[in-house]
């Protein structure tokens, strides 16, 4: 079985090819989801009977709220303004070892800062179009 520590997964987003991994970065996680419709007849011997539907797929990130400009990271700045604008970004959740691209869009964006607290960061994006593995 291979383990691995969780810090190898970065979740990057930006145009294609030219993706950054978010800032300050503390976790990320991808989901995906199938929606099912229901086949269920008299024949079913009371049993439910499904086929799967439409698939999505949704990403979440995590992090350090900092708002320092950098040439290697997707910061907050730039977030902010792909969600302002409604930006198609590339999206690549990757541990080096196995890489999943698709395009998304922002869909969520929060920005938390308790008192006397380090002040952090949440994103979601919703994936579009086919995701791939490679």
Same mark, same amino acid.
């Given at each position: 079985?291979?383990?691995?520590?969780?810090?190898?997964?970065?979740?990057?987003?930006?145009?294609?090819?030219?993706?950054?991994?978010?800032?300050?970065?503390?976790?990320?996680?991808?989901?995906?989801?199938?929606?099912?419709?229901?086949?269920?007849?008299?024949?079913?011997?009371?049993?439910?009977?499904?086929?799967?539907?439409? !698939?999505?797929?949704?990403?979440?990130?995590?992090?350090?709220?900092?708002?320092?400009?950098?040439?290697?990271?997707?910061?907050?700045?730039?977030?902010? #303004?792909?969600? #302002?604008? !409604?930006?198609?970004?590339?999206?690549?959740?990757? #541990?080096?070892? #196995?890489?999943?691209?698709?395009?998304?869009?922002?869909?969520?964006?929060?920005?938390?800062?308790?008192?006397?607290?380090?002040?952090?960061?949440?994103?979601?994006?919703?994936?579009?179009?086919?995701?791939?593995?490679?």
């Amino acid at each position: 079985m291979a383990i691995y520590n969780g810090t190898a997964q970065l979740l990057k987003l930006g145009a294609a090819s030219t993706e950054e991994a978010l800032i300050q970065l503390t976790n990320c996680s991808m989901s995906l989801n199938a929606d099912l419709f229901d086949t269920t007849s008299k024949e079913s011997g009371g049993w439910k009977s499904v086929l799967p539907g439409l !698939r999505d797929v949704s990403y979440s990130g995590e992090g350090l709220a900092d708002f320092t400009a950098s040439a290697t990271k997707y910061t907050l700045t730039e977030i902010f #303004n792909a969600y #302002n604008s !409604r930006t198609l970004l590339s999206v690549v959740f990757t #541990n080096a070892v #196995n890489t999943f691209t698709q395009s998304g869009y922002i869909s969520s964006f929060e920005l938390s800062a308790p008192m006397e607290d380090v002040a952090t960061y949440t994103i979601e994006i919703t994936g579009t179009g086919v995701l791939t593995l490679a």
